[in-house]
Each structure stands twice: as structure tokens, then as C-alpha cells.
């Protein structure tokens, strides 16, 4: 049995320890925001936050979550008014959608690094999040803008 | 998901008709009497829904529900369709809840996502059904107020009778107006008073989407339900002979491990039934990570498929497959020598053949494009729980009408025992038009007496096939000695079916005109990927128009505007495939747009484009720098013409995002083989266009017209890889026949 720290909350889980986080959180949990693109760290699709730091789920053992705290997108905020989510929604970002968990959770740690972050330093570190649909310049508007709601403390 | 049956015939109200360039279309009549008894009897608690139309419900409490006909993959209809009903409805935006439909094509039509089709398919038919509703409802409340029906009107939801002062919402009048038969032949409104249409909308499933809800077809579950995976051949060409699952069956969590046959012998298989591999090996077990892990413990032997035969259609046409265990170098040279054979011709005018002899001038250029993975986002899956009477499949797919008649062909079951329910799909790209997986996962159910989900890694994914065929064409122009433009010739090939359109510009605008196509079979299978054909003729024949607009001393848009002056006063041969003031309209609207010729874009190597398919015209302006040594596109200017924008900000995205898309294409995309073995499986072989590849800022702009609105998910993709190309010339003095152009630009780093 492990338990597991997600969004603020215990789960107790009959796993395999080396069972990556990303199956666990959505076969197990049936948190599914987490999304699977590749399982090779690749695609930024399964991208969570581990003790703050952004961490792909696909490689990740679920051992090395124990005594941790994880977040995923449904963690992200309580009412869905992280700066991000409001840029997001504000900018109509999304195409099909199943990258934009993983962008905005690789977005939110730079953001929370890097309040007044560059085009550059938006592109460095977002380059490993894949998005099918080409919805790269409205993200990269969108962590801008919430860049912007973030100094503005809205 | 809800849904509802009717007892009416699901084919009662269907009608098809044969279309112009072949194949079939179904049509249907949304305008259809429902008995009370059938609307009771599938309403769903806790609201009573009053169904007006086949698409909209109404509560007494005027909450107003729509439902999204066409399975959503990121064009965003299901917020544009409802839309176009919300207008003709005269509700108000901000009071429609929207819901994906179920598969019921008596209802809710054809429900095909395609071919750029979905807007323009249900332009009329939404709009009637809006304004159908809309005048029901005004009919229940003059029935209510005993007044005549031509004095009442509405707005935003509410129907007033200005004589009397009396005034009701929709819901009020909901249930009155269900009984109402549906009127046919409403008026509908000018499309330049619209409220909703041509105003921007946000995404209606925006914020479920950035709050990580169940959404996409590998988000849905069921208690029970167990996971399957197939473990694929390693090659294009081999087969199933053997294997061995003792120590995959002591893996935890394993339940099953069996090989199942997908279609059998003699098998008529639709348009989109292709598949690559027949005999599957199936693991199943409880989850995900089980399966996965199981799988690596099959000991398996595959052997030589050989040479198969696919039966298609109802004529029983049969389709040799060989089975050569294929690479791309063989490819390549076969190709080579099939383009120096004779091939079929498609389209002659004039006498090309003496135009060539006598040309002061010809030029004659090669392009190449390798075969493209789709790489949808979310790889390929699929529920599916089948019990010996009925079955309920869900996931992500392009056409439940299509697969339908499969699955019940497969399955041994009646159509209306098949319930299809769509989800949100990451992603579709022509891929999930293609059935297999859905057949996969049922036959497994069935097989297994359970609800399972089939899950394909990214390495079954980005093996399995159905890709954007390997395409080559050879482009030919005569100039005579004042450098006039008097024969052009494209001889095209592909493996497995060429890329030509014969009917498409120039034809039309050149006096003598030849177009020939050829074909290789192969056993690496293929499919629809965004605008088929036009992915690659628009690369060549644009770069190749730009080529010869050198020759010619011209500017490259003046010699395009210049040939559809003559397409369009004094066209050549018949059937041309493109409306020459429209074509020249993006043109003249992204020169304009760009700057085109404004000194201050000289920092630019710029590159021009342009193409006329699935119904709108397209094109890009590409600015190119050097960035770190490497090419980089900066900035792109796009101009699009696709009649009546219906939500604006959405087909800017769309637009935005086949940019990006055909950057990434034509600069990195392409899969090759080496004895049927995929060289790449994965995104760290296969490399897809990332942040800081795609451009700074891209401008579109919308040719501004009334005409009733016709497709945007394929149109803006092709010329991109054109510009492209032509934007690479500026920027480095070569010319770029072969895709994908990374390849070419390493090689020139390198020198």
C-alpha cells in the first residue's frame, strides 16, 4: 500500500511502486487531466508538479511520489482562477485540447520562477510541451497575460 | 452522455444522391415529426426537455440546450454549429448550454467530420432547424394569447406580442410548441443582422478543458472495465505465426492474452476500413501499465504476410497488396523509375506535346515528400463493451456513420442495437476517419465478455500506418521567346495513389496543359491527412510557379494574378476546378496585407503562396530570418477566403494553427523505413515542430464577402509548405525540392 499526497489529499494505493505516476493518477485515481502523448518524457503531456517542480508523470515511479506533494491541473486552483487559467480562457487557447494541461502545469512553474519572463524565456521553457494543433503563439500570449494578472495581483 | 432512441426507422429520413466527382452523399431531413409519446419516453431527468428540433431542447425554465451534431477534434464546432442555431433560434448566446449529440443520423444528420465539411453541411440544415424552433414557439405563444401569429416576434429568448404588452420566454412555450408539427420553408434571417455568427465566441468547453475534466476518448471509463493492447507486427509485411504468453499470463493483472482475426477472409471492407495487420495479439488486464509491462514478456514469431488481397465495396473490387518487406531507399528508386514510364492521363488541352518541342525555354523540376505520421496528440483508442444483443462503443472517431455499417457487419448485430457515443478527440487529422481501432476494441469485448478499452502506445500509433501517402511530381514549363508561359505539364506518382488534381490552376489558365498520374502499391497503408493531395501539390506546383516566375523576369504574384486573369476571361478546356476572382482575391489581400512590396519588409526573405481546395481559397506570406545559424520563419501573413466567418477569433486559431502545421511538416516531418521497420516511433526520432520553431506573429485576414461559408480545418495548410519553400529560396539561394527541408538545410550547414 502507498499513499499518495495529490491536490491536497490522501490517496491509499494497491501499486506497483515502480508503476509511473502518470498510470497511477489516471487508472487508479481517475484523476485523467494528466494526459499520456508518448511515455518518454517527449511531449510535456503528463507534465505535474512534484513538491513545486514540474515533473513528467510518463517517467516518473509512483515511489518517488511517497511523502511528497504532488498537484496536477485538477489541483492547480480551487476555483479555477490560477493567472494562467484566466489567461487561457481569456485568450480562447485551446484547439483539440490534450496538450493544454501539460503546457499551462510547465507554464505555472515558470511562472512562478520568472514573474516578468521573455518571449525567449518563454519559448526555452516551454519547449518541451508538443502541441498538435499549433496553438503556440496563443500560449505564449496567454503566459504573458498571466504574467500580467499575476504582478497585478488580480 | 445522454441519448435517445426513436422507434422511427433510423433510415426512414435519409436520402442520398450521387455526387459530382464521385462517391455518395447522404442527406438527410432534420424536419422531422416525433411523436409526444417518443419525446416522453426518452426524456432524461431531472428537466423535463422539450425537444423542438433534432438539436434543440427547451426547459420550462427557458434554460435552452443544443446539441453539437459533429464530433469534435479541435476545429471548435462544437461551438460553431450551435451557433448557427443559437442565431436562427433568436436565443441568446450566453443562455445555450451545449452538448455533444449522439450518433442518430435520422436527427441529427450525418455527422461526418471531414473534408473541411461541417460547417459548410449544416450551414442550411442548422439554420432551418433554428428558425423552425423560433416559429413553433411563436405559434405556441399566439395559440396561448389567442392572437395572430404575424404579430408576434422575439428576441433573445422571448417571444413579445407588442399590441396586448404580453411577453413570455421560449420555456414558458416550450411544451406547446413540441407539439406543434415541424414547419417547413421558414424564412431565415439576413446574414448581415446577425447576433451570434460572425461575432467571436469562446471555446464552449474551454474551461473544462484547462481543468483537466474527462473529456477525450481516453478519459472515458466505466467500473469493470479492463484494458487491452495489441501487440503489432514489427514491420509493414509480416504477420502472426506464433507466440508464446506463459510469462506474460503471470504478469499481475493480466486476465487474457489470444490472437483474434479482424476481418475475415472475403471481408467487403468500406472506403475506411483499412487496416494494416488482420491477425491481432490481444493482452488484456486491469490497467494500463499492467498491459504495457505484460506485453514485453510475448514471445512471439511473425512471418511473411506475402501477397493479400482486400475486397472493396459493394462491387467486391479486388486490391492487390504485395508483400515486400519495403524501404525507403528502394521506394525512392522505384519511384524514379516509375516517373520515366507511361502513366495514365488525367487532363490534356491543347497540343503540349509540340509546345514543349518548340518552347525557346523549358523547365523541368522533380519534388519528393516522404510518407507523414499523423501524430495526433492522443494516440489511437477505444471503448467498447458488446454483449450478444446489443453493443455500446465510445471514443474518438471521424465518421460513426461509416463505421456503423462495420460494426454491424463484425459484430452480427442490427444497426439500432449499435450505440456509437463521441468524444472529445485530441486530435484527428484524417487518422480517426479510419475504423480499425474501433473494430479492434469491439471484437476484443466480445471476445472477452467484458467492457474493455483498447490503448495504443505512441510506438503502436506511429507504426501502424494509415499515413500521408510518399508523393513525387514532376513539373514541366514551356516559355516561348518572349518568356510567355505556353505549356505546363505535372506528371505525379505516389505509393500507394498519386497527388494529382488535374482540374486545379494552373489548368485552366495555360493553353497547352498536360496532368498525368501513376501509381506503386504497397503494404504500408495510407489515409486522408488534412487536405490529402493538396498537402503536396500545393508544396511542388507553388514552388514551381515560383521558379517560374524567375524565368520569366515576374514577380511571383503578378504572374499568378496575371494566369487567373486568363483563367478567368478566356479559361482553357472545361471543369476548372477553382473560382479564378477568388483565387486572385487572397492574393491581393495578402499582398496587401504583408507589404509585399514595402522596403521595410526586405530584412525578410519572404516566400508567397497560394491553393484552392475543399471549397476556400488560401494565402500565406512567409518571412524568414536567420536565427543562430538556422532558418527560422518569423512572421507569416495569411489571407483566407471561406465565405461567412462564423466565429471569428476560433478560425483565426484554426488558421494560426495550420501554420504551424505545415512549418513543422515541411521543414521536419517524414517517416522512413528499412525492410518495412519504421525507422521512427516515437517524438524523439520523429520531430514535430516546437515553441520556438513556430512563428512570432501570424496575421490573418478574412476576404470579407456574404457567401455562405465553406471549409477552414484543411485550406490554410497547403500553400504554407510552398511559401515555405519559397521563403527558403530567398533566404538561401537554394531552391528545395525535397521534403522534409531540415534535411537539405543540415546538409548545407554542414558544407
Same mark, same amino acid.
Given at each position: ?14 501499486v506497483?511502486?515502480?508503476?509511473p505516476l502518470?498510470?497511477? @493518477? ?61 489567461a487561457?480562457?481569456?485568450l ?44 503556440? @503563439?496563443?500560449?505564449r500570449?496567454?503566459?504573458q ?10 | ?47 423535463q ?6 438539436y ?65 453541411? !449544416? ?24 392572437v ?71 478519459? !472515458? ?23 508464446d504468453?506463459s ?21 467487403e ?11 491481432l ?22 512471418e ?18 504485395p ?13 524514379? $523509375? ?28 522533380? !519534388? ?59 486530435g ?12 479492434? %476494441?469491439a ?53 500507394? $495513389? ?10 485552366? %489558365? ?6 498525368e ?37 515576374k ?54 503562396? %497560394?491553393?484552392?481546395c ?18 527560422y ?37 517524414g ?39 465553406t ?11 510552398g ?29
Amino acid at each position: 500500500m502507498i499513499t499518495l499526497n495529490i491536490n491536497k489529499k490522501n490517496y491509499n494505493v494497491d501499486v506497483d511502486p515502480e508503476t509511473p505516476l502518470l498510470w497511477v @493518477l489516471r487508472d487508479t485515481i481517475n484523476l485523467v487531466g494528466t494526459k499520456y502523448g508518448c511515455g518518454i518524457a517527449q511531449c510535456g503531456a503528463c507534465v505535474v508538479h512534484l513538491n513545486g517542480e514540474a515533473v513528467r508523470s510518463c517517467v516518473t515511479k509512483v515511489s518517488r511520489a511517497v511523502g511528497q506533494k504532488v498537484v496536477t491541473i485538477e489541483g492547480l486552483s480551487e476555483k479555477n482562477d490560477h493567472p494562467l487559467q484566466k489567461a487561457w480562457i481569456e485568450l480562447d487557447v485551446p484547439q483539440c485540447g490534450y496538450c493544454q494541461a501539460g503546457q499551462i502545469m510547465s507554464a505555472a512553474v515558470l511562472l512562478r520562477e520568472n514573474k516578468n519572463p521573455t518571449e525567449k524565456d518563454i519559448d526555452s521553457a516551454m519547449a518541451g510541451n508538443l502541441c498538435r494543433c499549433g496553438t503556440y @503563439l496563443r500560449i505564449r500570449k496567454a503566459i504573458q497575460l498571466a504574467a500580467e494578472i499575476q504582478r497585478k495581483g488580480k | 452522455m445522454t441519448h435517445q432512441k426513436t422507434s422511427i426507422n433510423r433510415r426512414s429520413f435519409l436520402k442520398s444522391s450521387a455526387l459530382a466527382g464521385g462517391g455518395l452523399m447522404i442527406s438527410f431531413s432534420a424536419l422531422a415529426k416525433f411523436d409526444l409519446e417518443d419525446k416522453v419516453s426518452g426524456l432524461d431527468l431531472p428537466d423535463q426537455w422539450y425537444e423542438l428540433t433534432g438539436y434543440i431542447k427547451i426547459t420550462p425554465d427557458n434554460v435552452i440546450k443544443i446539441l453539437n451534431p459533429n464530433p469534435e477534434f479541435g476545429q471548435n464546432v462544437m461551438t460553431s454549429l450551435p451557433m448557427i442555431v443559437t442565431e436562427e433560434l433568436d436565443a441568446e448566446w450566453k443562455n445555450v448550454t451545449v452538448e455533444m449529440g449522439p450518433h442518430d443520423s435520422v436527427k441529427l444528420g450525418p455527422q461526418f467530420t471531414g473534408g473541411s465539411n461541417s460547417v459548410r453541411m !449544416y450551414w442550411k440544415p442548422l439554420r432551418e432547424a433554428g428558425a423552425a424552433a423560433r416559429n413553433m414557439l411563436m405559434q405556441a405563444a399566439a395559440q396561448t394569447w389567442n392572437v395572430p401569429v404575424e404579430e408576434v416576434t422575439t428576441k433573445a429568448g422571448m417571444v413579445y406580442h407588442e399590441k396586448s404588452g404580453k411577453s413570455g420566454t421560449y420555456g414558458s412555450f416550450a411544451s406547446k410548441a413540441a407539439e406543434i408539427s415541424i414547419p417547413k420553408g421558414v424564412k431565415l434571417k439576413d446574414v448581415k443582422n446577425f447576433n451570434v455568427v460572425r461575432r467571436s465566441q469562446k471555446n464552449v468547453e474551454g474551461v473544462k478543458i484547462i481543468t483537466g475534466k474527462p473529456l477525450f476518448g481516453l478519459d !472515458y471509463k466505466v467500473d469493470g472495465m479492463l484494458i487491452a493492447m495489441i501487440e503489432h507486427p514489427p514491420a509493414f509485411g509480416l504477420k502472426l505465426k506464433s507466440f508464446d504468453a506463459s510469462e506474460t499470463l503471470k504478469m499481475p493483472g493480466i486476465k487474457h492474452v489470444f490472437s483474434q482475426k479482424l476481418y475475415e477472409d472475403g471481408f467487403e471492407q468500406g472506403g475506411f476500413d483499412t487496416r494494416t495487420f488482420n491477425d491481432l495479439l490481444v493482452v488484456v488486464g486491469n490497467t494500463t501499465w499492467q498491459v504495457m509491462q505484460a506485453r514485453k514478456k510475448l514471445k512471439v514469431e511473425w512471418e511473411l504476410a506475402g501477397e493479400t488481397k482486400n475486397i472493396i465495396g459493394t462491387q467486391k473490387r479486388e486490391v492487390i497488396i504485395p508483400g515486400e518487406l519495403e524501404s525507403t531507399s528502394t521506394q525512392l528508386a522505384k519511384m524514379k $523509375e516509375y516517373a520515366s514510364k507511361p502513366a495514365q492521363q488525367l487532363r490534356k488541352d491543347g497540343d503540349p506535346e509540340t509546345a514543349f518541342k518548340n518552347a525557346a525555354r523549358v523547365i523541368e523540376r522533380t !519534388y519528393t515528400a516522404p510518407f507523414l505520421a499523423h501524430n495526433c496528440m492522443e494516440p489511437m483508442n477505444f471503448f467498447a463493451h458488446v454483449s450478444d444483443d446489443k453493443a455500446l462503443v465510445a471514443g474518438n472517431l471521424q465518421a460513426p456513420g461509416w463505421s456503423e455499417p462495420t460494426l454491424a457487419k463484425l459484430l452480427n448485430l442490427p444497426a439500432d442495437k449499435i450505440e456509437i457515443q463521441m468524444t472529445r478527440m485530441g486530435g484527428g487529422f484524417g487518422n480517426r476517419a479510419y475504423g480499425h481501432y474501433i473494430y479492434e %476494441a469491439a471484437l476484443i469485448s466480445k471476445k472477452i465478455k467484458a467492457p474493455v478499452k483498447l490503448v495504443y502506445s505512441r510506438e503502436d500509433d506511429m507504426t501502424y500506418g494509415i499515413y500521408r501517402p510518399m508523393y513525387t511530381a514532376t513539373y514541366r514549363a514551356a516559355l516561348d521567346a518572349n518568356k510567355n508561359l505556353i505549356a505546363f505539364h505535372v506528371k505525379g506518382g505516389g505509393i500507394p $495513389e498519386h497527388p494529382i488534381h488535374a482540374n486545379r490552376f494552373p489548368a485552366g %489558365a495555360v493553353d497547352n496543359y498536360l496532368a498525368e498520374g501513376w501509381q506503386i502499391p504497397s503494404n504500408i497503408t495510407i489515409g486522408a491527412f488534412r487536405a490529402p493531395r493538396s498537402n503536396f501539390n500545393a508544396a511542388a506546383e507553388q514552388s514551381f510557379l515560383d521558379e517560374v516566375a524567375e524565368a520569366m523576369g515576374k514577380d511571383p504574384i503578378d504572374l499568378r494574378l496575371e494566369l487567373l486573369k486568363r483563367a478567368k476571361e478566356k479559361p482553357v478546356g472545361k471543369n476548372n476546378d477553382y473560382d479564378a476572382d477568388r483565387y486572385a482575391g487572397v492574393l491581393k489581400l495578402v499582398k496587401e496585407k504583408s507589404g509585399w512590396n514595402n522596403p521595410e519588409n526586405k530584412k525578410y526573405s519572404r516566400g508567397v503562396a %497560394a491553393y484552392f481546395c475543399h471549397n476556400s481559397y488560401a494565402a500565406h506570406v512567409v518571412d524568414l530570418v536567420m536565427r543562430d545559424g538556422q532558418p527560422y520563419v518569423e512572421k507569416v501573413t495569411s489571407a483566407v477566403d471561406c465565405g461567412i466567418v462564423i466565429n471569428p477569433d476560433a478560425a483565426i486559431n484554426m488558421i494560426e494553427g495550420a501554420v504551424v502545421d505545415g512549418i513543422g511538416n515541411a521543414l521536419y516531418g517524414g517517416l522512413t523505413h528499412k525492410d518495412g521497420v519504421a525507422e521512427q516511433n516515437n517524438f524523439h526520432r520523429y520531430r514535430m515542430i516546437r515553441m520556438h520553431e513556430a512563428p512570432k506573429k501570424i496575421d490573418v485576414h478574412f476576404v470579407q464577402n456574404d457567401l455562405d461559408p465553406t471549409g477552414l480545418g484543411e485550406p490554410p495548410f497547403p500553400p504554407v509548405f510552398g511559401a515555405v519553400a519559397n521563403a527558403l529560396y530567398k533566404n538561401t539561394g537554394n531552391r528545395f525540392y525535397e521534403q522534409p527541408y531540415i534535411l537539405q538545410l543540415n546538409k548545407t550547414s554542414r558544407a
